[in-house]
Each structure stands twice: as C-alpha cells, then as structure tokens.
C-alpha cells in the first residue's frame, strides 16, 4: 500500500477501535412504560427487561403494597427516578384513566403499555358460575381494552408513535381442560389486539400479542388455588405439573417468566419497527406440538 493509505486505513481502524469502546446509547432511553400487573411475575420481569433498556417505568398493580415494594427494588438498581408505583385495578375506569394522569405528571408521556395484569382460573363448564365467567372477562377482556384505550389517547396527544404488548395466554389460542372462561378471555385479548393494530397503524401505534405456556416458576397464580386446580386436572403435583408442560413443548424446556421479558422487550423496541398485529409464542413449542 503506499504509504499514505496505509497510514489512513490505520487511523480508521483506531478510530473504529475507539468508537467501540464508548458506551452505546440503550435501546429504550428516553421512553417511558407502563405495566399493568407490575408487581406479579412475569410484569415484574418485564419492567426490569425494560430499565436495563433506559426507559423509565410505571408500575401498576391492584395490590398496592406488592407493587410499592417491587417498585422500591428496582429503584435501588436503576435509580429512583426512573422506576414509579401505582395503584390501579384494571376493571375500574376511574383509577385507570387516574393512572395515566399520574403517568402525564411524573415523565410528561407514555410510549410503551405493557397490558399484563390478570388472573387464572379452573372449573370444568358446568362449575362455572357466572361470577368466575363474568370475573375473568373483567380483569382479561375488559381490563385489556380500558388500558389499552386511555394509552391510545396518550399516543394520539402526544402524536408520536408507540408500542402496545399483550401479555396474552397460549390458552387463547388453543383449548385447556376445565379452563373455558380463562381461555375465551384470552382470545377475547387476543382478538382485541389484532382491532388495535389496525385502527393504530396509520399513526404508528403498534400493538402485538405475548403468549406464554405455563410459567410455573416466579408466577403467584401458580401458589393459589389456579394451582390446586391443575393438579386435580392433570393429577399432578407442582413439579409433576412443571415437567409435564416440559416434557409436552418440542424443546423440552419450562417457560419463565425472564423468557416472557425477552418477547416483550422484542415488541417495545425499534428491533420490531416493523411488526404489529403479530403473536409470539414463548412456549418452548408448544401450541403447534401435538404431544399430550
Ligand atoms: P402473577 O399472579 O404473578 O401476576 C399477576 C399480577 O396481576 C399480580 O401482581 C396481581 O396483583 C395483578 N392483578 C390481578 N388482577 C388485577 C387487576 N384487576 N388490576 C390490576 N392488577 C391485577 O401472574 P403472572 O404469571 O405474572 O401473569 C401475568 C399475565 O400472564 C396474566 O395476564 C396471565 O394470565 C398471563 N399468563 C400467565 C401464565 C402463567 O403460567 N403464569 C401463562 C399464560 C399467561
């Protein structure tokens, strides 16, 4: 080489070197979440996804003490003003449109919802009153459209696009024994999501679908009665529950809810600019295996 492109070629190269070691601005900075159910399993390890992502996250939970100690937690790690708490049950119009509020007032805006909150249930059709039908379509169906419908008033105000996450069930998708109002719930989120996706589109707002299988681990559904519930169905206990949903997924592999993170972080990011209406499946290949 003459001498001179040489001596170019090293000075880019070094350049190139330098630029590689300077910190790289985080993916989610500057934005701001909010994660209903924050102080339960799979919400809690998704708003952590998100901080160590830069964005500033809102916590909100009907179990105010839960999510005020979540909340605390993560302040240690990621700095107190990046991480706020919130009372909010997701059935009740006022505190959700009162959280939105608090979310304006606290960080100015909203970029990512993560509607995740929600309950399970078990009863075979004919043990299914009509308060458990009616409770799951609350906090399930009717839940996921009040927050979902206060952020796209925020979206549209703020005029900038946005992401939108539904923490959905694989059970939306295809049958569980003695589950027909948790699972026509979750279809129910699930087609809601397509809705939003479509009337969001034009103004950048994207709205995608999470589906986990059985998250046992980390997860508070699975030490109440949903749990008690399960194991009469299948006959199992906790760990013969676990390995069964192991041994039926094409991997082999329990679901957790850091695995559920990940499909959500893949939505709230620019890595899925071009994805909406979608369903990820976190289930270790389950819902397409025909192995029960
Ligand atoms: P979890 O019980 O650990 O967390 C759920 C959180 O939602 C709790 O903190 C609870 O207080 C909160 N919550 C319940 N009702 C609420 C309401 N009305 N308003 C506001 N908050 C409310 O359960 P998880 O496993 O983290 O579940 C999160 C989501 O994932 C749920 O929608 C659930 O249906 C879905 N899911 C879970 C599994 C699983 O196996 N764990 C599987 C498929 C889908």
Redesign the pocket.
Known sequence: LPEQEAFDIEYWLLEEAKLQRMPKPKALAGRIALV????????SATAERLLKEGACVVL????AK??TDVAAGMAKVFGKDAVRAVQ????DEGQVIGAYGETAVEFGGIDILVS?????SSAPVEETSLALWNKNMD??ST?YFLVSREAFKCFRAQGIGASVIF?????GLAASPNASAYCTA?AAEIHLARCLALEGAEAGIRVNVV??????R?????SGEWLDQRAATYGKDKEGLEEMYRQRSMLKRAVL?ED?AEGAYFFASDLSAKSTGNILNVDAGNVQAFTR
């Open positions: 209903t159910g924050g102080a339960g399993g799979i919400g909100a939970d009907i179990d839960a999510v909010m049950n997701v059935t995740n909150a929600g309950i399970a906090i399930l839940g923490i959905a069930s694989k059970n979750k589906n986990p299988d059985a998250v046992l980390g997860s508070k559904i699975w809810p559920i």
